[in-house]
């Protein structure tokens, strides 16, 4: 059978066997996983029968020379705690060049990585990169056109507009003129008073007695010149009919001109009846001839007929022309008034079209003009000039993923606001480092650290921890999703000239600096039960003492308690020598454990090795799960604990 398919033994110092669980068993039949873990469970119980008879009967042999063993002295010194890490060389301070193209273009040409610009290139427009943007070329002339076309529409729209409120302004000043017009001719011909009542809201033709307006005028054009003067002084300058002024303005005139017409006229025709009544008389009497009494006879006739004609004019004026003539008056000025509101309500909608047709205009001359100033600076992107001193960095050299598959080059597409090149501040690299989870509690913000750079060998420069991210990455997740680390940065203090970003660097950061501590080889610290302890040399057999431990290196571990300075410690745990009996447990009791564990689940219980060896802190439990991940010996196989310690079982 092959051994891939057995369980994994190890032996450690203390003469006991642990079982390691092989996760290549995962998958199998559930009856294939219960009789493989029978199968251990025998061979588990076989070690521990053997273990226990070893530590029965193991002293009955000869006795060992525990002089030859490998000591050392505890002894206090200076303990410098530090925690290193390879990385790369990154620029926290630069300046990279994107695409500013739309879409994906193809780099025609591209300036050599490590060019250095100086000050004069950048005032010369030195070229760094140019993008193919032939499509967009053939598309700029239509797109003038288009441009040009959108400008005059503007244009003639503006002028449009202009002009529609210079005509507006016209129209209504003319509608105003004629309403003002229609008012004064109502005015002229019935009065000022007789008008406001008129056009009052509670007022019209219905509201104003023009007949009796019309009879009063005629009342008092009848009065002779003492009466008129008698009944101004008397009353007021213009009688009122009905509680209304009389009429004013021209049909007062016409009134007075047609009732002294009347008037005139019957003096005539008295006059006339007069003269023919005495020249009957005269006749009569052989005075004067037929003839004049004739002529008299036609002058009496005359007078009769023009004073009718007058009274027939005036009745006429009064029944019908004045009322015609007022209505006339009045319409006209209404209609005048509407016309003046049609003249307002027509200028506000022309004005309204005018500026809507100015703004649409002017939105397609602004987005025509926006479409030709984003494709003429979409072809000025197309070629990318220096901007500022410096060395020219690919962005590819900086991502080693981007590095292999797709680095900067010609030919190569790239699209909008895709990094091309990157001009870092050579006066703000740093090492940038991935920091396991382990210690990430060590490292903080301010602490020293040495850096060194594979490009320069030999050669160490001083820096300072400027950032610790607080949220673990995922740069290794792709190799193993389990690996936690957090990115760090470590500035360099005063950068030397040949570094550029990209470069292989390793920090050592130092995180404690103990003067005066005491301090153990870290071979001689071994796991029991949970806890630290030392093999201590005495003047008998080795003594197991419980230690407690704080900071360690790769090769020193302070101790805080449980030794003094002088002692003498081994530096592997004597072989044969048995644990005090009150830290022992019973082997059957673990026999017993183990087999109960196996029966009631048919699998192996959540650990592979007994109780006494299992009794493991946190720290110790998540440092072995992290070194298994990382191919390290589980604890009591040679490996080391949680905190790099050596994990040894007595």
Known sequence: MSTDNQPTEARSPGSRRQVINDPRKEGRDEH???????????????????????????????????SALSTAKVRRDRLQVKVTEGGTLIARKSLEIKSKVDGRRTILEVIPEGTIITQQDVDQGMVLVRLDVSELEERLGSR???????EAANTKAQEDYDIQVKQNESNTALAELNVKFARMELDR?????????LLAPEGGLETVDLSALAEAEVRRSLLSDQEQTAQEAAGPAEPEVDGVLALGGEARQDIR?????????GEEYSRAQFELQSSQTLFSKTYISANQLKSDELNEQRARVEQTAAEEALRLFLRYTLQKEVEKRLSDYLEAQRDLDRTLARATSQLAQARAERESRRASFNLEKQRLDDLRETLANAIIRAPRPGRVVYASTT?????????????????????????????????????????IEKVK???????????????????TVVSVSPVASAAHAWLNPDIKVYQTEVAIDAVPNGLTPGMSATAEIMVADLPDVLLVPIEAVSTYKGGHVCWVRTAGRPAMRRVEC???????????????????????PPFGVTPPQDQEEPIESELTDVTAAIDEAGSPAETDTPQDEQAESPQDSAGRADRRRQGERPPGVGGRQGNGMPARTP
Not at 45 to 58: D, H, I, N, R
Not at 144 to 150: G, N, W
Not at 553 to 559: D, E, G, L, N, Y
């Open 144 to 150: 003038e056109i288009s441009y040009y076309s959108a």
């Open 32 to 66: 294939g996983v219960a009789a493989a873990w029978r199968v251990a469970a025998i061979a588990l119980a076989c070690v521990l029968l053997a273990g226990g008879a070893y530590a029965a009967f193991g002293n009955s042999g000869p006795k060992e020379d525990y």
């Open 257 to 265: 001109r047609l009732s002294a017409d009347v008037q005139l006229k």
């Open 445 to 463: 913000e301010g602490q020293a650290a040495i850096v060194t750079v594979e490009a320069m060998p030999g050669r160490f420069f001083a820096g």
């Open 550 to 572: 704080g900071h360690f290196t790769r090769t020193s571990v302070q101790i805080l308690s449980g030794l003094q300075d002088g002692e003498e410690v081994y530096l592997e």
């Open 399 to 439: 991502n080693a993923w981007q590095r292999m598959r797709d680095p900067v080059r010609e030919g190569k597409d790239v699209r909008q606001n895709e990094t091309i090149l990157i001009i870092p501040d050579l006066s703000t690299l740093a090492a940038q480092v991935n920091i396991h989870e382990t210690d």
């Open 189 to 197: 011909y019935v009065g000022a008073p007789v008008a406001e009542r």
